[in-house]
């Protein structure tokens, strides 16, 4: 299994790592709580290595279908900046791990709140209570510190952090991320770097890389293939283009086209909400200090942007799927890793799936 060739998304070059890493700033921290029937964790995603609150960084969301629990998006929406790092985990911990992302603030600049504005703490979940037990509350503040203090340019996917007790199509999800770059902007080449927090999916509905495996999956599988959509993903774009908040949100938009290739159709239980943000710039927290002066991307040369959103998003989702292990936990319930159930014929050296191959 180890030695099949992980199916490659697109024409578009990754980069160096094919992880939303790959623009430059950007580093990624979990926190993976993994004790019988806990199964659960956080992620965090650093835009930069600075203090978000003093400069804040541009950006965007886009709401495909609203069955979640997130935290900070209207004042996103009104704003256009981030002012915390992003922090991703299960449903009934937002409240704990935005308080956490309210108290580092509040630590680093003491006036927050008080001769400071306050701070918009920004945290997406998923539902993972059925590996999980959710009722534990078993996040801490702790938790989402150590994640945040672990950040780093290379950092696992699969079965960790907020993705520990993740499912996707009745199999094992979790945490995916994937990049690629676009050149002739310009003459720049900006990268677009993606990661996922895969929940979602009914398995009948399932493609990998264009190929529709889901029907032969579900064949082999039990009755709860059959019930409806009960899901979530949660998607983070990263770019260093330059691009202002309405650009950006045109950008988090096609990531539900790389979405949707997988299977997916926004379906009504499922939480599905993308991110994008911009390295390329920061905003002052203060009116004292100067406003950028950048010359965005313009609109006309945006098509390779998008390319990259929608391919590096299927290729994180894949991702997800393919470096999940096995996990069992609450009242003995399990999800299989993909490569468990595969079928055969779709590993095999003359599969159009398996002779895919990544771009050096």
């Known amino acids: 299994m180890a030695s099949t060739p992980l199916p490659y998304i697109g024409h578009l070059l990754q980069g160096a790592r094919n992880a ?3 623009v430059e700033g950007v580093t990624v921290g979990h926190r993976t709580l993994d004790d019988g029937p806990v199964q659960t964790g956080v992620t965090v995603i650093r835009p930069h290595a600075g203090d978000p609150f003093r400069d804040k960084v541009p950006a965007a969301a886009v709401v495909l279908n609203g069955f979640g629990k997130s935290v900070g998006l209207v004042q996103l929406a009104e704003l256009g900046v981030l002012e915390t790092p992003i922090a991703l985990t299960n449903t009934f911990s937002v409240g704990t791990v935005a308080t956490a992302q309210i108290r580092h603030c509040v630590a680093s600049n003491p006036e927050s709140g008080r001769s400071l504005s306050t701070v918009n703490p920004l945290v997406f979940e998923c539902n993972d209570g059925f590996l999980n037990d959710i009722q534990r509350l078993a996040v801490t503040e702790a938790d989402y510190l150590q994640a ?37 902007l310009h003459g720049h ?12 999916g009914r398995q009948p509905q399932l493609v990998l890389a264009g190929h ?9 599988s ?19 283009a330059p691009l ?3 650009q950006l949100r045109r950008l988090a938009l096609r990531a ?7 299977g997916s159709v926004f379906g009504h239980g499922s939480g599905d909400i993308v991110l994008a943000f911009s390295t390329a710039y920061t905003v002052p927290d203060r009116v004292d200090r100067p406003m950028p002066a950048i010359a965005m991307v313009h609109d006309g040369l ?8 929608a391919d590096s998003t299927e290729q994180a989702i894949l991702h997800a799927l393919w470096r999940a292990t096995p996990v069992t936990g609450r009242d003995g319930n399990h999800r299989a890793a993909l490569f468990d159930v595969l079928p055969p014929s779709c590993l095999s050296s003359s599969s159009p799936v398996a002779a895919l191959h990544a771009h050096s």
């Open 20 to 22: 939303i890493t790959d």
């Open 148 to 184: 945040l203090a672990g950040a780093g340019t290379d950092f696992p996917q699969g079965s960790v952090g907020a993705g520990r007790g993740m499912s996707s199509f009745q199999l094992k999800g979790g945490v995916g991320s994937a990049s690629r770059r676009v050149s002739a």
């Open 189 to 200: 080449v900006h990268t677009v770097g993606t990661l996922v927090l895969a929940n979602y």
């Open 212 to 220: 529709a495996v889901g029907d032969r999956l579900a064949a082999q």
């Open 222 to 240: 039990t009755a709860e293939c059959r019930e409806p959509e009960k899901g979530s993903i949660i998607i983070v774009v990263a770019t260093d």
């Open 244 to 246: 202002d908040a309405r």
């Open 256 to 262: 539900g086209a790389g979405l949707a290739r997988t």
């Open 302 to 309: 945006l098509d390779g942007l998008f390319q990259a959103a």
